[in-house]
């Protein structure tokens, strides 16, 4: 499945350390030598494509390259088009530090 990431904001290329020509134009699954291939999330986002859903807080607890250890939470929806591309608009939030101090 090819997800291409058309645009990102300021935040996704400060939190995960990357420029726009690192990421933009690029699968999803490909970016930052394969960290976002996450089976379940692939399936998330598939489901959304070829049925129109969605899905809210996702979580993915992952090691990334620059950033270490982080504890995201994902939401994404499908977003009309008018091209024949489906395009998926998708926020990350980076719960770490909740999810730190809700263990203390």
């Known amino acids: 499945m090819n997800m291409t990431l058309r645009t990102a904001n300021r935040a996704f290329y400060e939190t995960f350390q990357v420029t726009t020509d690192e ?3 690029q699968n999803l699954f490909e970016l930052g030598n394969g960290q ?4 379940a999330l692939k399936l998330l986002l598939e489901d959304i494509l070829y ?3 969605s899905f809210k807080d ?3 607890n992952h090691d990334f390259p620059h950033i ?3 504890v995201m939470l994902i939401n994404a929806r499908r977003i009309p088009s ?3 591309s489906k395009l998926i608009l998708m926020s990350i939030e980076d719960i770490t530090e909740r999810m730190a101090s809700s263990l203390l």
């Open 23 to 25: 990421s933009v134009k």
């Open 36 to 39: 976002w291939d996450i089976p």
């Open 51 to 53: 049925r129109d859903s």
């Open 58 to 60: 996702f979580k993915v």
């Open 68 to 70: 270490g250890r982080r």
């Open 82 to 84: 008018s091209s024949k």
